[in-house]
């Protein structure tokens, strides 16, 4: 009889401890859903912030081109009036 209850008993933690595992197996699935969609903002993200990078470095180039120019005619229209 002894043998029985502790049978019983074994069966009855190897129950517990099989569903707190699947709990935890429904937990890290979670977390994996979780970190993948972060992962996909983070890179939409990124890109978001490349595509911006390169935006102000072309809006910096043109700037520097029209100061440029600016001081180019300038320059002309002194050297008309000096002239």
């Known amino acids: 009889m002894n043998t029985h209850i502790s049978t019983m008993r074994?069966?009855?933690?190897?129950?517990?401890?099989?569903?707190?595992?699947?709990?935890?197996?429904?937990?890290?699935?979670?977390?994996?859903?979780?970190?993948?969609?972060k992962d996909e903002q983070l890179a939409t993200q990124n890109s978001a912030a490349m595509e911006y990078v390169a935006r102000c470095n072309e809006l910096e180039a043109r700037n520097s081109e029209l100061a440029r120019q600016r001081d180019l005619l300038a320059l002309e229209a002194q050297e008309r009036r000096a002239a």
Do not use: D, F, G
């Open 10 to 37: 074994y069966a009855m933690q190897i129950a517990v401890l099989a569903q707190l595992l699947e709990q935890r197996e429904r937990q890290i699935e979670q977390l994996a859903t979780v970190i993948s969609i």
